[in-house]
């Protein structure tokens, strides 16, 4: 199987990224601190061997996210909430398109 293209979003600096890769070599080109190395991390975390002990972090998610993302945890924590796992799957999936 070959990855042929990524959409990146949320992860660090990258907001809505979009990614395709040749069949031969993709070079990644950019200003300093403009996401290259994003990019690369979160491939390397989606492609992760099972034994690695690396995965998300809070911090990996683009801060202007945080707000919405701490509102969503209040909701853990509250006894009141309940949600099944699927409208909290959606909950999330919404987030995230």
């Known amino acids: ?18 990614l395709s890769f040749s069949s031969d070599q993709t070079i990644l080109v950019g200003a ?6 994003s990019a690369m991390k979160v491939l ?22 945080w707000v919405e993302l701490n509102k969503k945890a209040q909701c853990w924590f509250d006894k009141t909430v309940v949600m099944n796992p699927e409208e909290e799957l959606q909950e999330w999936k919404n987030f995230f398109a």
């Open 1 to 18: 199987m070959r990855l042929v293209k990524a959409d990146i979003k949320n992860f660090r600096k990258l907001k809505d990224c979009s």
């Open 32 to 37: 300093n601190n403009s996401g290259k190395t």
């Open 44 to 65: 390397k975390l989606f492609l992760k061997n099972e034994s690695s002990n690396e995965g998300f972090k809070y911090t990996d998610f683009t801060f202007d996210n």
